[in-house]
C-alpha cells in the first residue's frame, strides 16, 4: 500500500472524531514536545544520567496509533519510548522521576530513561536493545490469543531494528501464528548516525515484510490524522484475528541520536525541510482551519503543559533516590 492522503479524506477525519478526542491528541502531542525538552534541558544540568534519546519530532506516531487503541492493549516501546510511555498515558511525574532515577519513577528508579515500564498502562516497558522487544511483542502476542483475548500488541521499533535476526524471527512466528501484533516501524531515516539507505539493502522498507505475507502500509509520520486512520485499520485487522499488520511511519528525529550526539552527519537544511513539516503546527493548523480549535484552546494547552512539566520537574526533584536495600528489591518475581 503506498502513501496515500487526500484533503476530503483529511476534512471527513477532522469531522468523524469527537473534538475532545481532538483536543486530548493534541494535547498529548504539546506535553511530549515539552515533556522532551525539559528532559534535554534536565540532562544539560546532569539531573539525568545515563543514556536518553528524545523523541522530539516523531510525536504523531505514538499520539496516533495510541489514539486508535483500548485501555486494555498492550505497548512495547524501545529506548526512545519516554513519548510512546507518555502517549499511553503514564503519569508524566513518575516518568520525570524515573529519568532522575528516583525511587518514585515508574521503575522505581532503577530503570532510567531507557526502561520505563508501566503494568497500569499496559506499557510492557522500554529496551535497550536494537530490536530485542520485537520477540517479545510476539510473546505477549501470543499470551493474549492463549487466553482467547481480543487485545492488540503494538510494537514500536526504528529503521535499525529491521536489520537485526529478532525482527525476521517475530514477524515470521507473529504471521505463521496469526498473532495480534500490530508492528510500528518508526523510520526516522537514521541508526545513530548512519542513514538508512547505507543500512539496508532494500530502503523501502515496508517491502521487507512482503516475504512474510504480512499486511502492511507506509504513512506520513508526521501526519497525525494520517496515522490515526491507518492505525484505525491496522488496529482492527489484529483484533479480528486475522495477524499482524506492519506499519511504517516515516518520520524524523530533530535532535541527535541520544544527548551525546552532535549529529554531524546531516545537513541543517536537511533538518530544517522536515522541520517544515512540523507534526505539532501541521495538526494545529488543521484543528483551528476546521474550527474545531481557537487561539484560546492553544494558549491554555501550552499553559496546561508548561504547568504539567514543571510540576514533573519538581516532583522528581523533591523525591528521594532508592534506599540501598532496594538493591535486592524487583530483581526476581517472587523474593527469595
Ligand atoms: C542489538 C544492538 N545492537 C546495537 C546497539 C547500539 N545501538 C543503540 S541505538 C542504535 C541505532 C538504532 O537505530 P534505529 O533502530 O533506527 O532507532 P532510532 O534510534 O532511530 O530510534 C544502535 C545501533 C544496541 N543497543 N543493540
Redesign the pocket.
Known amino acids: 500500500m503506498a502513501i496515500t492522503r487526500s484533503r476530503t479524506a483529511e476534512e471527513e477525519l477532522l469531522q468523524k472524531i469527537p473534538p475532545e478526542e481532538h483536543l486530548q491528541m493534541y494535547r498529548s502531542m504539546v506535553l511530549i514536545r515539552r515533556f522532551e525538552e525539559m528532559a534535554g534541558k534536565m540532562y544539560m544540568q546532569a539531573a539525568i544520567g545515563g543514556f536518553c534519546?528524545l523523541y522530539i519530532g516523531q510525536e504523531a506516531v505514538a499520539v496516533g496509533i495510541q489514539s486508535a487503541l483500548r485501555p486494555d492493549d498492550y505497548v512495547m516501546g524501545?529506548?526512545?519510548e519516554h513519548g510512546q510511555i507518555l502517549a499511553a498515558g503514564s503519569d508524566p511525574k513518575a516518568v520525570m522521576a524515573e529519568l532522575f532515577g528516583k525511587v518514585t519513577g515508574v521503575s522505581r528508579g532503577k530503570g532510567g530513561s531507557m526502561h520505563l515500564f508501566d503494568r497500569e498502562k499496559n506499557f510492557m516497558g522500554g529496551t535497550?536493545?536494537?530490536?530485542?522487544n520485537l520477540p517479545i511483542a510476539a510473546g505477549v502476542g501470543f499470551a493474549i490469543k492463549y487466553r482467547g483475548g481480543d487485545q492488540v500488541c503494538v510494537c514500536y521499533?526504528?529503521?535499525?531494528?529491521v536489520n537485526?535476526g529478532a525482527f525476521h524471527e517475530s514477524l515470521n512466528i507473529a504471521a505463521l501464528w496469526k498473532l495480534p501484533v500490530l508492528f510500528v516501524c518508526?523510520n526516522?531515516l537514521?541508526?545513530?548516525g548512519t542513514q538508512v539507505t547505507r543500512a539496508s539493502a532494500v530502503p523501502d522498507l515496508e517491502r521487507r515484510v512482503v516475504g512474510y505475507g504480512i499486511e502492511s502500509a507506509q504513512v506520513d509520520g508526521m501526519d497525525l490524522l494520517a496515522i490515526r486512520k491507518l492505525a484505525d485499520t491496522a488496529v482492527q485487522e489484529c483484533r479480528s484475528g486475522r495477524g499482524p499488520f506492519f506499519i511504517e511511519a516515516k518520520t524524523y528525529?530533530y535532535r541527535g541520536?541520544s544527548m551525546a550526539d552532535p549529529a554531524t552527519y546531516r545537513t541543517k537544511e536537511e533538518v530544517e525541510e522536515w522541520r517544515v513539516r512540523d507534526p505539532i503546527t501541521r495538526y494545529e493548523k488543521q484543528l483551528l482551519g476546521a474550527g474545531i480549535l481557537n487561539d484560546d484552546d492553544i494558549q491554555n494547552v501550552s499553559r496546561e503543559v508548561d504547568e504539567i512539566v514543571e510540576e514533573s520537574v519538581r516532583f522528581a526533584e523533591e523525591s528521594p533516590l532508592p534506599a540501598p536495600h532496594e538493591l535486592y528489591t524487583d530483581v526476581y518475581a517472587a523474593e527469595i
Open positions: 534519546h524501545t529506548y526512545r535497550a536493545i536494537v530490536g530485542g521499533f526504528g529503521d535499525g531494528a537485526e518508526e526516522n537514521y541508526g545513530m528525529r541520536h
